[in-house]
T-cell receptor, first 113, second 114 residues
């Protein structure tokens, strides 16, 4: 089945130690999104790619960066994680050339010690 | 400002009872409306969506929602709740366009009593 895959599902890192989260998709969608979701809150958009064009939300901290080497893969890099970055990170995709919904992956739960 | 309001943070219903989750939006243009469900520790799954046409939309798992433009509402309903429906439900609005950024409500956590 076509899907959005996130690895790892659970990630533990130490305060200040860089971490990379991965998202891949078999849907061949040209738009990919990264969201941060803290406990009992709505997902918050960090940034998205439309094809190779990167779009950062105005309030996304500089500590968060992203790479999209090809259509299928997108990475979220947290350069120096703080305790406040502990959250669920959700990847979503969408076919941007028609109007439809976003498809979400299962998420990566990040713990910062 | 664009926003989505889900007035009920937490709802408890008995299994077999009917359910209605409320969603109100504020959006300057024609809204595209979505309901997503999230089970604990999981991603978001689309229940249903409204883009245009019939204002009563059917979704998966027996859910339906009705778009009422005059009330700026898009309430989610289910006639008979199952224990497996216990989850968090998010209403979202998007404006279309190339990137379709979604604005989410704060969610409603549904508990189902046996």
């Amino acid at each position: 089945d076509a899907m959005v895959i996130q690895n790892p599902r659970y990630q533990v890192t130490q305060f200040g130690k860089p971490v990379t989260l991965s998202c891949s998709q078999t849907l061949n969608h040209n738009v990919m999104y990264w969201y941060q979701q803290k406990s009992s809150q709505a997902p918050k958009l960090l940034f998205h790619y439309y094809d190779k064009d990167f779009n950062n939300e105005a309030d996304t901290p500089d500590n968060f960066q992203s790479r999209r080497p090809n259509t299928s893969f997108c990475f979220l890099d947290i350069r120096s994680p703080g305790l406040g970055d502990a959250a669920m990170y959700l990847c979503a995709t969408r076919e941007g050339r028609v109007y439809n919904e976003q498809f979400f992956g299962p998420g990566t739960r990040l713990t910062v010690l | 400002a664009q926003s989505v309001t889900q007035p009920d943070i937490h709802i408890t219903v008995s299994e077999g009872a009917s359910l209605e989750l409320r969603c109100n939006y504020s959006y300057g243009a024609t809204p595209y409306l979505f309901w997503y469900v999230q089970s604990p520790g999981q991603g978001l799954q689309l229940l249903l969506k409204y883009f245009s046409g019939d204002t009563l939309v059917q979704g998966i798992k027996g859910f339906e929602a009705e778009f009422k433009r005059s009330q700026s509402s898009f309430n989610l309903r289910k006639p008979s709740v199952h224990w497996s429906d216990a989850a968090e439900y998010f209403c979202a609005v998007g404006g279309g366009g190339a990137t379709n950024k979604l604005i989410f409500g704060t969610g409603t956590l549904l508990a189902v009593q046996p």
